[in-house]
């Protein structure tokens, strides 16, 4: 055949198999190709075509061979090295395919879709600064994609820059209504809760059902107080739930849905966790010192090291370690504040470690390096959490501790939970992926040099001289509609008692003072408590009577600042971690009368603390004497406890065990 009809004949076919991938049609397609290269065997636009059909129907394995081939046949074809490497991110490898990304875009730096492509891989790797620039640049090439403003958007939101990326994102969903999903939980993140509710109602009457979505729902309205529309989307959760729809649901709020027990929040944890870490390649680890007495050498993770509530329950932890037993290695991928804070939390440290520039893999081969023993993960799924370096296994054990009150539900991401007999009794251990590592206290560290200032006076914070001050200074999605009509429950019996609230949003306030008059209650009983630098709020604190307990999220660091202010506090447990911190904190304060088994007790306790003067300076008086003997507030005793725990996981690993490690007498 002469050259001319072999070229004319190519070309048909090519128009052929251009049609067929024009249309979608990737069955077709895939025929056409193979018709195709049994004329022209080693023509790359062939092989191009194989390889997309194969890949449109999410047969990887079928459609590597031919990618790997194209680039062969084609090196200098972008196209071809970029479908190749966005199969690799596909299928978890990105550290393949990064080198091709940035191969494909030196090839063509005006494509902004290619430079699109190389952000997007440095941020599923972690590399914050690299992908925001790649981002930027591909923006400018490609002003208004939507594809490139939900990317960076979703860089901005999820580093916890919601101002950023908002106006990106509400750009993006007036393109592409996919998009709405990342606008609610960025809405959410700047506390527009209203907004969040609107977004994700739109949302969802283009996917209805969509379990994402009626989740961010839940949420928001749960801040806003909105007890109705709550109800009615936790209803359509339980049911989406029971039918068995994949529930790949960020865990943290989950905790909220009213009803889910420890089993179904492992297996959120567990769902949520499977989608993300595929392709996390453990890094190498250097051979463990095996000597029982070498010093442990503990990787403390997070990305709160700084002003956080975590870095003030822990600070004191840290300077008080035994340095002839461990040596103490601190891993910050957070913001660097240049507070106090920060500076007692470096000085609390053997060696401390910035990482926030490192990619994923990075971070976990400098902790590899540094032959950490136990590396201690502070944040488990809460916002700005980087679990993927968990999941690359850095360390012989990982621990979660502190940062997440429930499982991680993947048991390559820790292989304990440090807990107590209280937020994690071995009866529940089925609701962990990790074995359960009790203290014989509190799981919760406090820190003893923290001063209550005292001087405080009710006229400055607008409470009544002669009232009864009942507190709760948890943010708004815990006040349940349950628990606000069990606090009314407590008005109505202590008539001069008031409720004193941390202040809310607007709306949600509007919601609280709705329910307050519908259950009979004067508008004035319940009073607002502002923002304030932690000091003043402690100081503050001082002013109340009694504490009251939230549920199914309860209070953590809010119930240990009110004990600590000598303020007593009602607790009445739930089933799961996050609902059991109160009575583990008021255990380990020796006050366990204040742990109560039902409502109606919480109820009778409550108002008996209100209504008889006497009994509460009595409790009052008693919980003085537990700060100073009990041992919550006695950091150095939880140290040495917390050690032991350390050591005994640490032999468990030498002798080949992983099983619960149970809380003993001291």
């Known amino acids: 055949m002469k050259p001319a009809k072999i070229e004319k004949k190519r070309q048909q076919a090519g128009v052929r198999v251009m049609a067929a991938f024009a249309a979608k049609e990737y069955v077709l397609l895939e025929r056409l190709a193979g018709e195709y290269l049994t004329q022209f065997p080693d023509d790359a636009f062939g092989v191009k075509a194989m390889a997309s059909s194969l890949l449109a129907q999410s047969r990887f394995a079928d459609a590597e061979p031919w990618l790997q081939r194209a680039v062969t046949l084609a090196p200098d074809d972008d196209e071809a090295i970029n479908n190749f490497a966005v199969f690799l991110v596909r299928v978890g490898r990105l550290d393949e395919s990064t080198p091709l990304f940035e191969r494909a875009c030196k090839l063509d730096p005006s494509d902004g879709g290619r430079v699109g492509n190389l952000a997007r891989c440095y941020r599923l790797q972690g590399r914050v600064e690299d992908a925001e620039a790649m981002y930027l640049k591909a923006l400018a090439l490609s002003p208004g994609d939507p594809a490139l403003q939900s990317g960076l958007g979703?860089?901005?939101?999820?580093?916890?820059?919601?101002?950023?990326?908002?106006?990106?994102?509400?750009?993006?969903?007036?393109?592409?209504?996919?998009?709405?999903?990342?606008?609610?939980?960025?809405?959410a993140l700047d506390k527009q809760y209203h907004e969040a509710v609107r977004v994700n109602q739109a949302a969802l009457e283009v996917k209805p059902g969509d379990v994402i979505l009626l989740a961010q729902l839940l949420h928001a309205a749960q801040y806003l107080c909105d007890w109705a529309l709550a109800a009615e989307i936790a209803t359509k959760l339980c049911v989406a739930y029971e039918r068995g729809i994949p529930?790949?649901?960020?865990?943290?709020?989950?905790?909220?849905?009213?009803?889910?027990?420890?089993?179904?929040?492992?297996?959120?944890?567990?769902?949520?966790?499977?989608?993300?870490?595929?392709?996390?390649?453990?890094?190498?680890?250097?051979?463990?010192?095996?000597?029982?007495?070498?010093?442990?050498?503990?990787?403390?993770?997070?990305?709160?090291?700084?002003e956080h509530a975590t870095a003030y329950l822990l600070a004191g932890v840290l300077e008080q370690h035994d340095r002839s037993r461990v040596e103490v290695y601190i891993y910050s991928y957070g913001?660097?504040?240049?507070?106090?804070?920060?500076?007692?939390?470096?000085?609390?440290?053997?060696?401390?470690?910035?990482?926030?520039?490192?990619?994923?893999?990075?971070?976990?081969?400098?902790?590899?390096?540094?032959?950490?023993?136990?590396?201690?993960?502070?944040?488990?799924?809460?916002?700005n959490e980087r679990l993927v370096i968990s999941s690359m296994r850095p360390a012989p054990i990982i621990v979660s501790w502190l940062g997440y009150p429930g499982s991680l539900g993947l048991s390559v991401l820790a292989d304990y939970v440090i807990g107590d007999k209280w937020v994690t009794p071995i009866e529940h251990a089925d609701g962990y992926s990790e074995k359960i590592a009790q203290l014989p206290h509190s799981y919760q560290p406090n820190d003893n040099t923290r001063v209550v200032r005292k001087g405080a006076s009710r006229v400055g914070h607008g409470l009544p001289e002669g009232a009864v001050v009942y507190c709760s200074f948890n943010q708004s999605y815990?006040?349940?509609?349950?628990?606000?009509?069990?606090?009314c429950e407590v008005l109505k019996q202590v008539p001069n008692g008031v409720l004193w609230l941390l202040k809310p949003a607007a709306e949600t306030a509007s919601k609280l003072i709705e329910a307050l008059a519908g259950e009979g209650i004067a508008r004035d009983r319940l009073i607002w408590a502002d923002d304030m630098p932690l000091d003043d709020h402690l100081a503050r604190l001082t002013l109340a009577d009694v504490a009251l307990d939230t549920s199914p999220v309860g209070s953590h660091?809010?119930?240990?600042?009110?004990?600590?202010?000598?303020?007593?506090?009602?607790?009445?447990?739930?089933?799961?971690?996050?609902?059991?911190?109160?009575?583990?904190?008021?255990?380990?304060?020796?006050?366990?009368?204040?742990?109560?088994?039902?409502?109606?007790?919480?109820?009778?306790?409550?108002a008996k603390m209100g209504g008889d003067a006497d009994y509460r300076q009595q409790v009052?008086?008693?919980?003085?004497?537990?700060?100073?003997?009990?041992?919550?507030?006695?950091?150095q005793r939880f140290t040495r406890n917390l050690e032991h725990l350390y050591v005994r996981i640490w032999e468990n690993h030498l002798a080949g065990r992983h099983e619960h490690i149970l809380s003993v007498d001291e």
């Open 247 to 306: 529930f790949q649901i960020p865990p943290f709020p989950s905790l909220a849905i009213p009803g889910f027990d420890r089993r179904q929040h492992r297996h959120i944890a567990e769902s949520f966790g499977t989608s993300r870490f595929i392709g996390c390649a453990p890094v190498q680890l250097q051979p463990a010192d095996t000597a029982l007495t070498h010093r442990l050498r503990l990787g403390y993770l997070s990305a709160d090291f700084h």
């Open 335 to 383: 913001i660097h504040d240049a507070s106090p804070m920060r500076h007692r939390l470096v000085g609390g440290s053997d060696v401390f470690r910035d990482i926030r520039a490192c990619s994923y893999r990075e971070a976990a081969e400098v902790i590899a390096a540094d032959r950490i023993d136990i590396l201690v993960d502070l944040k488990g799924w809460t916002q």
């Open 154 to 187: 979703e860089l901005y939101y999820c580093a916890g820059r919601a101002n950023e990326a908002l106006p990106l994102l509400e750009q993006a969903t007036r393109r592409r209504s996919g998009d709405a999903e990342l606008l609610a939980a960025a809405l």
């Open 557 to 606: 660091t809010t119930a240990s600042d009110a004990l600590r202010a000598g303020v007593p506090l009602v607790t009445c447990p739930g089933e799961i971690f996050a609902s059991r911190v109160a009575a583990s904190l008021l255990a380990a304060l020796e006050m366990e009368s204040l742990i109560v088994s039902s409502w109606e007790e919480y109820i009778a306790l409550a």
């Open 478 to 487: 815990k006040i349940t509609e349950p628990v606000f009509k069990v606090w």
């Open 620 to 635: 009052r008086s008693r919980l003085a004497g537990k700060l100073v003997t009990a041992p919550l507030f006695d950091t």
